[in-house]
């Protein structure tokens, strides 16, 4: 039996449901561990990353945005496993930048079910990508 995955999932606006219904309708059954600001993710993050299969960010974080979490890991404790950035709206140059310091990618934030579950898709392939 495989492993149950392992994410560590930043965001504020308690679509958790939505994201756990892409899985399970991926057929996978994932262990989300959720913040809701990025001054709490940094924190976590600092103290171990290690634990988690993939790290998931919102952009448009309370406190400190996605991108500033990033820029705060640099050089100290970056995750391991992928980082991936989700968004609805960033500048060409702030993409540039996360996907220069070590994002493995920048996805759309999905509206719907059907956007959930192709997120979820997506992001099952970057944690087989994983190293």
């Keep these: ?9 930043a965001d504020d606006k308690g679509e958790l449901a939505l994201l756990r219904q892409g ?5 996978v059954t994932v262990d989300i561990h959720l913040v809701k600001d990025g001054e709490a993710a940094l924190q976590q993050l600092m103290q171990g990353s290690s634990a988690f299969d993939l790290v998931v960010l919102d952009y448009y974080l309370p406190k400190k945005t996605g991108g500033e979490v990033v820029q705060g890991l640099i050089g100290e404790a970056f995750p391991s496993c992928p980082l991936v950035i989700l968004t ?3 500048r060409p140059e702030l993409r540039t930048k996360a996907i220069n310091s070590g994002v493995r ?8 079910l059907d956007g959930y579950n192709k997120l ?8 087989e990508l994983k190293s």
Excluded: Y
Excluded at 105 to 112: G, V
Excluded at 120 to 127: D, E, F, G, I
């Design 120 to 127: 979820a898709t997506n992001l099952l392939r970057l944690m």
């Design 88 to 90: 609805t709206a960033l």
């Design 23 to 27: 899985f399970a309708d991926c057929g």
């Design 1 to 9: 039996m495989p492993k149950t995955p392992h994410i560590f999932l």
């Design 105 to 112: 990618a920048i996805l759309d934030k999905p509206s719907d």
